[in-house]
Structure formats: C-alpha cells, structure tokens
C-alpha cells in the first residue's frame, strides 16, 4: 500500500478492491483534501464517479472545496468501461476508507459522478440513501435502478421516505445532448415527493463538466450551506 501526497491530492495505490462478483481488483483512491482540514472540526465529503479512468478533482474546483470544508475521493480505474456494480462498490469503498482516514460529517457525506459516472452516482445516491446524504448528477443520470427491466418507469422504490429525506442536483446544458434526460428524471424526482432536488440549465454548457460557479451552485444546494 503506498500513499502519496502531491499538492492536497492523495493517491493510494495496490489497495485490493473487491465487488459483486468478488474478483480481486486493484485501483487508486483519488483523494482532495481541503488545505484548511482539521480533524477536530469534521470535513464534509464528495465521492467522485468518473466517466473516464482518472478521477482527479479539477484544479478550478479545489477552492469551492477548500471553502466548503469538503474531501473529494474518486476511484481512478473506475471509468464506463467498467461494470456498473463494480463501480457501484467501488464507490461505496471510497466512502468508506474517507471515513476510516478522517474526521467526516456523516450527514455531509454526497456523491456525484459525469455522464455515465452521473448514471452510477443516481443509482448508488438512491440505492443507499443512508450512506449519501445527497447527490449532485452532472449531465448524466438514471432513476432508481438500472437493473429495472424498464429503467425509465415511474415505479417508485420500496426505499423512497429515506430518498426524500435527501438532497440532489442534476445539472446539464442547453447545448447538452443528455439534457432531456436530465430534466426527465429530475420531474421523476419531483413527482415521487423529493421536494429537496434542483435541477440546474446552464446556458450554451454541452456535455461537460461545469464552470466553478456552477459546481459551487450545486454543491451549496446539496450541502445546504450559505458560505
């Protein structure tokens, strides 16, 4: 197991993950901690899906966290190639070594993820709502669970009081081509009584990640913060 530090980002390496299918797989957590952490005053934490295989927090967004007192831990590895429920627990394992490692707020603790990451991260927010206090969806997304024989329909899970008592964003662009799906799942979410989700159009975004406004905007919405 090696750790290592460059500028606020932690990367750990040779850490046996295993999943669903209990294969032995070796990935590297991406881990941002805030340059203003103290352990006696607890972070809140964003676990990172990515679409691809790195899942290194952008350099723009590091300020919004610093700000926000908030870790970012990603699975590099973990990208759309990968099965869905592999990156699934692997989400759930970032989780768990942030919160074995430092002093989190539980009821602080959201995941997001990009496109197909934003998919996964829509499945996993809403899948274990007591792990995810909430989750920011960023031009990707998919409602309850992909294993639905009808991912689209409006069947609501037997876990929906917990969903609602939760926190999500979904976020996309005008010039977005996931953006009808966004907004579709979003209205999904507010017919099912999440009155807690906000859904965020930015004008002439495509599909990408968002400026440091909007990423703030999101996150102060699921963190529930004014700074």
Not at 88 to 104: F, G, P, T
Not at 123 to 129: E, H, K, N, Q, V
Not at 163 to 168: A, E, G, K, M, T
Not at 178 to 194: E, F, M, N, P, Q
């Amino acid at each position: 197991m090696i750790l290592r530090a460059v500028f606020g980002l932690f990367i750990l390496s040779a850490f046996p993950v295993c999943y669903a299918q209990d294969v032995p797989h070796e990935n590297e957590f991406s881990v941002y901690v805030p340059n203003n952490y103290d352990s006696a005053e607890p972070a809140g934490l964003l676990v990172y899906v990515s679409p691809i295989d790195t899942g290194a927090v952008p350099d723009a967004w590091k300020n919004i966290l610093d700000q926000r007192n908030m870790i970012w831990v990603s699975i590099n590895g973990s990208g759309n190639t990968k099965p869905p429920e592999q990156r699934i627990a692997e989400a759930r394992i970032a989780r768990s070594y942030i919160l074995k490692n430092y002093e989190v707020e539980p009821e602080r603790v959201y995941i997001s993820g990009m496109s197909g990451g934003g998919q996964i991260a829509t499945i996993a927010a809403s899948r274990y709502p007591e792990l995810f206090s909430g989750g920011v969806f960023l031009c990707g997304v998919n409602p309850w669970s992909e294993r639905d024989v009808n991912p689209w329909q409006e069947n609501l899970p037997d876990n929906i009081d917990a969903i609602r008592r939760n926190r999500y964003v979904f976020l996309s662009g005008t010039e977005d081509f996931k953006l009808a799906a966004t907004a579709r799942v979003y209205r999904l979410y507010k017919k099912a009584g999440i009155e807690n989700s906000k859904l965020i159009v930015v004008e002439d975004m495509g599909h990408e990640l968002p400026d440091t406004e909007n990423f703030d905007k999101a996150l102060g919405f699921v963190d529930g913060r004014k700074l």
